[in-house]
């Protein structure tokens, strides 16, 4: 970091935990991203001798994964001042947002199963928590094939409901249909927490939630997705034909609950791409300032340069407000679970999204020729942040269903 923190008041208990996490996030994290970035193949980012297993295993060991879970699941969450995790989460951005994507998407269902007053969930939760390998992962598999933003509008109209559907028979679901290959971790993941159709007539509002074992017979996957930016971050399709899923894995049976939960999963998943982008915004910025103070033309370093010095400022300012803006929406909505607000955590994913693409693109105008070449983190940074304004939810679309929520 090249600037100091103004809203910090930390114990020395979250401090020493965060300065952890830096080390784990810039010795390990931000070399391997890069590494996993140059495969051609994203084939080879989850090979067995890939570096990412590396990344996974230090994000257990640090007990990472277990920060949103409570301790009757052998969770930390509550234990930590609440500011300390969404710290953790801007570090893991700023030193691999893909990689912080991939982690963070790896905890959901086991996150949520946590939520769910079953024995089964209970336990499948705490084997999360004390698995320290890597051995369980999980996805969120909502996008579809034919239903993207649709998921995002989220309307009643039965043209745009989702296409992957769950038919009670007795003492099971029987599931068919295809999640997109833009599932994150759908090629290494464990476990689902799958959105699905229970009742077609109504759209994307006759919806329920599953939790499923990705080992049940007639579940297969698509083969890695290849993409320009977020590479370290592996994704790809799910396909369901008649799976036999045993009723207690379908967590929320009522798409009642679901419409009557005031958008408790928009908040969550916008609230995590805020921290995260805000991170990266921060690491855009702080690679353009390193330059521009050793990099000299016209015999002084180009920082002197009054258009250089404008350029960076005015990054410097948009990566404050977003910055400012993601930790107090996080904040409150740590503070809130149960009535999170919708709309800051929208427009926070729109801001932090929006500035780390605008920062990272003028940090490669300040770096002149080398912002575009692999020996700079920049090029990586710019593909990575681009991608975050499609992620999880087009903004337009996003910032259109937010107001539903003013
Ligand atoms: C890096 C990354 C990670 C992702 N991770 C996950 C994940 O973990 N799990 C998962 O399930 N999905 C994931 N996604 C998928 C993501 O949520 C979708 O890509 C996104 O919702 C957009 O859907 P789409 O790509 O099908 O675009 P489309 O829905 O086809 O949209 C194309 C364009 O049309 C516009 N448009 C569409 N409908 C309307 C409308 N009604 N009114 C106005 N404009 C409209 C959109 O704004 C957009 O510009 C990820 C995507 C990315 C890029």
Redesign the pocket.
């Not at 009054?306 to 005015?314: G, H, S, W």
């Given at each position: 970091m090249t600037y100091r923190d103004i809203d910090l008041d930390l114990s020395p208990l979250t401090q020493s935990m965060l300065s952890e996490v830096r080390k784990f996030a810039m010795d390990m994290m931000r070399p391997a991203g890069i590494a996993l970035d140059r495969l051609a193949d994203p084939a080879d980012v989850i090979a067995d001798s890939s570096v990412l297993w590396d990344v996974f295993r230090g994000f257990r060991e640090l007990g990472l994964h277990t920060l949103q879970i409570p301790s009757t699941c052998g969770g930390m969450a509550g234990e930590n001042d609440p500011m300390a995790s969404i710290l953790i989460a801007e570090q893991l951005g700023y030193a691999d947002a893909g990689l912080a994507?991939s982690m963070g998407?790896s905890c959901m269902p086991f996150n949520f199963a946590a939520l769910i007053p079953t024995p089964a969930m209970q336990q499948l939760s705490r084997d999360f928590c004390a698995d320290r390998e890597g051995r369980l992962i999980g996805?969120?598999?909502?996008?579809e094939p034919d239903?993207?933003?649709?998921?995002?509008?989220g309307g009643s109209d039965p043209r745009c409901g989702p296409s992957v559907k769950a038919v009670l028979r007795g003492d099971e679901y029987i599931i068919n249909g295809e999640?997109?290959a833009?599932?994150?971790?759908g090629t290494i993941a464990t476990h689902a927490l799958l959105h699905v159709s229970l009742d077609p007539s109504r759209g994307m509002q006759g919806q329920g939630l599953a939790i499923v074992p990705l080992d049940l017979p007639g579940i297969s996957r698509g083969k890695p997705l290849d993409?320009m930016?977020?590479r370290p971050?592996n994704?790809g399709s799910l396909i369901f034909e008649e799976v036999r899923m045993p009723k207690g894995y379908m967590v929320v049976p009522y798409p009642d609950l679901i419409n009557a939960s005031g958008g408790q999963g928009l908040a969550t998943v916008n609230g995590g791409m805020a921290v995260v982008f805000a991170g990266l915004a921060k690491a855009a910025f702080d690679e353009a300032l390193a330059y521009a103070r050793q990099r000299v033309q016209g015999g002084v370093p180009i920082i002197e340069h009054a258009p250089v010095k404008l350029k960076l400022m005015k990054m410097f300012e948009k990566v404050e407000a977003a910055r400012a803006s993601a930790r107090r929406m996080a904040l409150y909505n740590v503070r809130n679970p149960l009535a999170p607000s919708v709309v800051h955590a929208v427009a926070a994913k729109c801001l932090s999204t929006e500035t780390a693409t605008f920062v990272a693109s003028e940090a490669m105008q300040i770096m002149g020729g080398y912002g575009l070449a692999k020996e700079f983190p920049v090029e990586k940074m710019y593909r990575d942040a681009r991608?975050?304004m499609?992620?999880?939810?087009?903004n337009?679309?996003l910032a259109?269903r937010a107001m539903d929520y003013l």
């Amino acid at each position: 970091m090249t600037y100091r923190d103004i809203d910090l008041d930390l114990s020395p208990l979250t401090q020493s935990m965060l300065s952890e996490v830096r080390k784990f996030a810039m010795d390990m994290m931000r070399p391997a991203g890069i590494a996993l970035d140059r495969l051609a193949d994203p084939a080879d980012v989850i090979a067995d001798s890939s570096v990412l297993w590396d990344v996974f295993r230090g994000f257990r060991e640090l007990g990472l994964h277990t920060l949103q879970i409570p301790s009757t699941c052998g969770g930390m969450a509550g234990e930590n001042d609440p500011m300390a995790s969404i710290l953790i989460a801007e570090q893991l951005g700023y030193a691999d947002a893909g990689l912080a994507i991939s982690m963070g998407v790896s905890c959901m269902p086991f996150n949520f199963a946590a939520l769910i007053p079953t024995p089964a969930m209970q336990q499948l939760s705490r084997d999360f928590c004390a698995d320290r390998e890597g051995r369980l992962i999980g996805c969120w598999a909502i996008t579809e094939p034919d239903h993207g933003t649709d998921w995002s509008l989220g309307g009643s109209d039965p043209r745009c409901g989702p296409s992957v559907k769950a038919v009670l028979r007795g003492d099971e679901y029987i599931i068919n249909g295809e999640k997109s290959a833009w599932v994150s971790n759908g090629t290494i993941a464990t476990h689902a927490l799958l959105h699905v159709s229970l009742d077609p007539s109504r759209g994307m509002q006759g919806q329920g939630l599953a939790i499923v074992p990705l080992d049940l017979p007639g579940i297969s996957r698509g083969k890695p997705l290849d993409k320009m930016g977020q590479r370290p971050l592996n994704q790809g399709s799910l396909i369901f034909e008649e799976v036999r899923m045993p009723k207690g894995y379908m967590v929320v049976p009522y798409p009642d609950l679901i419409n009557a939960s005031g958008g408790q999963g928009l908040a969550t998943v916008n609230g995590g791409m805020a921290v995260v982008f805000a991170g990266l915004a921060k690491a855009a910025f702080d690679e353009a300032l390193a330059y521009a103070r050793q990099r000299v033309q016209g015999g002084v370093p180009i920082i002197e340069h009054a258009p250089v010095k404008l350029k960076l400022m005015k990054m410097f300012e948009k990566v404050e407000a977003a910055r400012a803006s993601a930790r107090r929406m996080a904040l409150y909505n740590v503070r809130n679970p149960l009535a999170p607000s919708v709309v800051h955590a929208v427009a926070a994913k729109c801001l932090s999204t929006e500035t780390a693409t605008f920062v990272a693109s003028e940090a490669m105008q300040i770096m002149g020729g080398y912002g575009l070449a692999k020996e700079f983190p920049v090029e990586k940074m710019y593909r990575d942040a681009r991608a975050s304004m499609i992620e999880d939810g087009v903004n337009e679309a996003l910032a259109i269903r937010a107001m539903d929520y003013l």
